[in-house]
């Protein structure tokens, strides 16, 4: 399963961006997809998940009330509305994914089979 993440860049502390993940995988639609981050001498730290169906989600605390997860199967991508942006959130961001059709989604990086290359998210305050 080959994943392209896109649609980071810079942004001012409090702005927006929207990250997307993209396949082709024929059957991405059961594949759970999770976001990690990683800044610059940090370890790298899950972000957001979603189930296979888009029915159930997950966030790290830093996360919640800022960032929205959401998948469009059809289109087979994953989205990551991220609100409200902090210097804190500057890091790349990876979205992985694998073989899942359970409700219960993990958020630890060990479970995720497929990679991909990650997307550059700078914000500055």
């Known amino acids: 399963v080959q994943l392209q993440a896109y649609g980071g860049g810079s942004v001012q502390a409090g702005g927006s961006l929207r990250l997307s993940c993209a396949t082709s995988?024929?059957?991405?639609?059961?594949?759970?997809v999770g976001w990690f981050r990683q800044a610059p001498g940090k370890e790298r730290e899950f972000v957001s998940a979603?189930?296979?169906?888009?029915?159930?989600?997950y966030y790290a605390d830093s996360a919640k009330g800022r960032f929205i997860i959401s998948r469009d199967n059809a289109k087979k991508t994953v989205y990551l509305q991220m609100n409200g942006l902090k210097a804190d959130d500057t890091a790349k961001y990876y979205c992985?994914?694998?073989?899942?059709?359970?409700?219960?989604?993990?958020?630890?990086?060990?479970?995720?089979?497929?990679w991909g290359q990650g997307t550059l998210v700078t914000v500055s305050s």
């Open positions: 979603i189930s296979w169906n888009g029915g159930n989600t």
């Open positions: 995988e024929r059957f991405f639609n059961n594949y759970a």
């Open positions: 992985a994914a694998y073989n899942s059709i359970s409700t219960k989604v993990s958020t630890t990086a060990d479970a995720y089979h497929f």
